[in-house]
């Protein structure tokens, strides 16, 4: 038996494809199929194209539109269980994965299930990560993960600590949505791309910059956001000299453009600086200015949380991520893998799809 463990769009495309081989697949999921994003926010949207972001053997319909929506991609990817037939056993957490002779033992909350292979794909945004800013505060304190839509928040003064995607998604559904006041609070300014030019999908550019110098593809990207935007440094939102370097150091995403330059530049979303502390009724920013707000939403990011599961077999690094990817296997750990785990340009659903191939072509072999 090939065990997986989640069943999101990594563990999905993992067990189809290994599935085809004929040996049994058991996917498990502590939730529910697609959890991670039928527990985001409403206006939330794949912003890889749909023809780029299938996974492997079933296509998004055209139907869903260029960019789905959450639930459309909710639909899809249980769609995609039902087609591909994966067993997928919900309401049962994988608690530890050990050694077991010659195959793996999985302690989970339903007893121990043995299996030959095992594919961890539990994905990046597993553990809601919030910082603990020292000092007290009057008001509310949610991460992203808990926020739905704006209903709550009219007339409010808010703060979003983060500047990647959800940060930036959630400040424009909260200026969109009737809150009073909105503060977008950004350790480094983030590049921003179009989701599109003319037609043409960033995420093309993406799949690109893989094959191409890093110099060059810091000249593109650069002469691409002058093209795209003004000049938003005056707002806050200072443009990297070069963007592709700056991703591959510390692989952050761009932020996709759905709102947040115009918000930003009509002084509906204000950019200030990051957060280090909280005080009664007001935040304290790095460069020592306080701003009285009702409530702070942290888009702070997540975790992979995976030391519990494997974090006594040296498979991952100082960070808490996998040392190895897809078809590689740890000298420790043969057997194991680990799917979904990669920052990449091109874009997850279409990575996820590649890494999985690769394990059904190991496994095969």
Request: glycine share 10%.
């Amino acid at each position: 038996m090939i065990a997986v463990v989640g069943a999101g769009p990594a563990g999905l495309a993992s067990a189809a494809t290994l599935g085809r081989s004929g040996e049994p697949v058991v996917v498990f999921e502590r939730g529910e199929v697609a959890a991670a994003w039928s527990g985001r926010y409403d206006r939330l949207q794949l912003h890889t194209v749909r023809w780029l972001s299938g996974l492997p053997g079933y296509r998004i319909p055209r139907s869903f539109g260029k960019w789905p929506t959450r639930d459309r991609v909710i639909e899809y990817l249980r769609n995609y269980a039902e087609h591909n037939a994966i067993d997928v056993r919900t309401g049962i957490e994988v608690e530890r994965i050990d050694r077991d002779g010659a195959a793996w033992a999985l302690e989970t909350s339903d007893g121990v299930f043995r299996a030959e292979r095992v594919v961890v794909a539990t994905g990046n945004n597993n553990v809601a990560f919030v910082p603990d800013w020292p000092g007290s505060f009057d008001g509310r304190i949610v991460h992203s993960s808990e926020y739905r839509n704006a209903e709550s928040y009219r007339g409010r003064r808010v703060l979003v600590a983060g500047g990647g995607n959800s940060g930036a998604e959630i400040a424009v559904d909260l200026a969109e949505g009737g809150a009073a006041d909105v503060l977008l609070s950004v350790r480094t300014p983030p590049s921003i791309v179009r989701r599109d030019v003319l037609g043409f999908p960033s995420q093309v550019l993406g799949i690109a910059s893989m094959h191409m110098p890093v110099t060059v593809v810091d000249r593109v990207a650069a002469t691409m956001r002058r093209m795209a935007f003004p000049d938003l440094g005056r707002y806050g939102l200072t443009a990297p000299a070069r963007p592709y370097s700056e991703f591959l150091r510390r692989r952050v995403i761009p932020i996709v453009d759905v709102g947040l330059a115009d918000a930003v530049r009509v002084r509906r979303v204000r950019v200030v600086a990051a957060v280090t502390g909280v005080d009664g009724d007001a935040v304290i920013l790095a460069d020592d200015t306080r701003h009285r707000v009702e409530d702070v939403i942290a888009a702070t990011g997540f975790r992979p949380g995976l030391e519990p599961l494997v974090g006594h077999l040296g498979v991952l690094d100082e960070h808490g991520r996998p040392l190895v990817h897809d078809a590689e296997e740890h000298p420790a750990a043969p057997g194991l893998h680990f799917v979904g785990y990669q920052v990449t340009l091109g874009g997850t659903f279409r990575l996820v799809g590649i890494e999985a191939r690769r394990i059904a072509r190991a496994a095969a072999a």
